[in-house]
């Protein structure tokens, strides 16, 4: 069993910056892929990036350049860095992790509001 909980969000304005993080809890967190997944009012879930236990990286189009994850394997923590936000960004931010289809786990979000 993994826990995950996410801190970090709140309200900034366009073109600032925000770090997510998310706290794993339970055994082998070096081993799961983790992820950053957001969803919009009235939108589906979408995949914002992912990072695999070798920290190999993917990026949706549309925060390629802007937002970078990481994760401290020491920490048991994965982390979200966001800038140049716009006000699209605007969602919950929910964290995954991921062994297989049996030990898939998230997180319980936080949400990050752009606006002016």
């Known amino acids: 069993q993994v826990r995950l909980v996410e801190s970090g969000g709140g309200a900034v304005q366009p073109g600032g910056s925000l770090r997510l993080s998310c706290a794993a809890s339970?055994?082998?967190?070096?081993?799961?892929?983790m992820g950053w997944y957001r969803q919009a009012p009235g939108e589906q879930r979408e995949l914002v990036a992912t990072i695999s236990s070798f920290s190999s990286t993917n990026y949706a189009d549309s925060v390629k350049g802007r937002f970078t994850i990481s994760r401290d394997s020491a920490k048991n923590t994965v982390y979200l860095q966001m800038n140049s936000l716009k006000p699209e960004d605007t969602a919950v931010y929910y964290c995954r992790a991921r062994y297989s289809s049996y030990y898939d786990y998230w997180g319980q979000g936080t949400q990050v509001t752009v606006s002016s």
């Open positions: 339970g055994s082998a967190f070096s081993g799961y892929t």
